[in-house]
Nanobody, 117 residues
Framework: QVQLVESGGGLVQAGGSLRLSCAAS????????MGWYRQAPGKQRELVAV???????NYGDSVKGRSTISRDIAKNTVYLQMNSLKPEDTAVYYC???????????WGQGTQVTVSS
């Protein structure tokens, strides 16, 4: 079992920045991929940024060039730095981890990001 706890969401003005954190506990050593997704009201959950199996990074098209995913392996924590935020970035941001064996998926409880215009 893997537990994920997100933090760092909040209200920010357009053009501002936020850093989200996701701390993993439990069987974190089994995690092979970890990253961020978001879901806005009435929309499907979408990729923001992830570390894939093998350590590569993938970014969603809507945040490319404005966001950076990083990690502190010693702290079992993944971060998402978001810059030049836009009102359309408003969503609940979820941390997701995938562990082996079986590629089990785990989700955090989500953290709200609201960008005001």
């Amino acid at each position: 079992q893997v537990q994920l706890v997100e933090s760092g969401g909040g209200l920010v003005q357009a053009g501002g920045s936020l850093r989200l954190s996701c701390a993993a506990s439990g069987s974190f050593f089994s995690i092979v991929a970890m990253g961020w997704y978001r879901q806005a009201p009435g929309k499907q959950r979408e990729l923001v940024a992830v570390f894939t199996n093998g350590g590569r990074t993938n970014y969603g098209d809507s945040v490319k060039g404005r966001s950076t995913i990083s990690r502190d392996i010693a702290k079992n924590t993944v971060y998402l730095q978001m810059n030049s935020l836009k009102p359309e970035d408003t969503a609940v941001y979820y941390c997701k981890a995938v562990s082996r064996p079986g590629y089990q998926e785990y989700w955090g409880q989500g953290t709200q990001v609201t960008v005001s215009s």
